[in-house]
């Protein structure tokens, strides 16, 4: 019985933050600079650990010269480092940018392809990125999580979890891992993460065991594991009704950059802290005139 009131209870909730994003916000947009598909996955693939201020900066002023594959690659792995070299980790940027550019000319005609299985196998395009070209460029049912939108469903109280592996499954990754990787140690090895498109290391171990069953996990079929972008992007998915998919992640991004701030977030002027997890919990707790 309890499960299925949390079950419910989680739904109404993200349902009622969905609503009053809506009515603040009706159509929430990326606010990405970009003039066509191809220039607004460069800037996407640019935006990673970087603000959209400092990449705006860089794509408004040279955007003829990036705005096509064919450009982009004529200015080579050089001519865009010089574009992009004001952002954060550009050298790696400007590699995967024009990579990109070529595979796009070789393989796809020049035009960027909409689908989330192809554009993943893009040099410097993950899970995230992916999901953010195609919810903007398709308005597909995608939601993309970053920073922003992690830091928001963690303070809301999202619970945390993760579409549930077998034991076989997670044999198989962890072999595949080791296999890419074969001179790492037994215990630890590092990968590229195609969900926080970074390297990361990680315990041999426990990809061999299935994260153990969380006794009040809100969902059936699901288990508690580390709030990490691709369990936030499930758990979403799970709470989220499918009507408001393809706006979800621009309204957690805007609401996470201009009002739940990471240093200082607005709780006074949010609209949502009657429903957050952190607001009211803070409410709770002894004010320091009181010690």
Known sequence: MSHTVSKRSTRKK?????????????????????????????????????????????????????????????????GVRDIFKSINAYKNKSKYIVQTAAILIEQYNAE????????????????KTANVVLNTLTNASRIAVDTHVLRVCSRLGLSQTAKQKSDEDCVKQAEMKMD????????????????LECSRTSKYAPLLCS??????????????????????????????PK??????????ILHGRYVCKARKPQCESCVL???????????SKPSKSEF
């Open 180 to 195: 890419l990787f074969p001179n790492s140690s037994k215990s630890v090895f590092e990968y590229v993460d195609p969900v």
């Open 243 to 252: 009507r408001y998919w393809s706006r979800a992640s621009n309204w957690l």
């Open 14 to 78: 993200w349902s009622t933050i969905m609503d009053l994003f809506e009515k603040q916000n009706p159509r929430p947009a990326t606010e990405l600079f970009y003039t066509t598909d191809f220039s607004f996955l460069i800037a996407v693939i640019a935006s990673a650990q970087a603000t959209d201020v400092s990449v705006n900066k860089v794509t408004t002023q040279n955007i003829t010269a990036i705005d096509s594959p064919q450009k982009v690659w004529s200015l080579g792995e050089d």
């Open 112 to 127: 960027v392809p909409l689908s989330f299985e192809e554009l993943i196998k893009l040099p410097g395009v993950g899970r």
């Open 211 to 240: 994260v153990s069953p969380s006794q009040n996990s809100d969902f059936e079929g699901f288990e508690r594991g580390p709030m990490n972008p691709e369990n936030c992007e499930h758990a979403l998915y799970a709470v989220v």
């Open 273 to 283: 802290r009657e429903l957050c997890a952190s607001y009211i919990g803070s409410l």
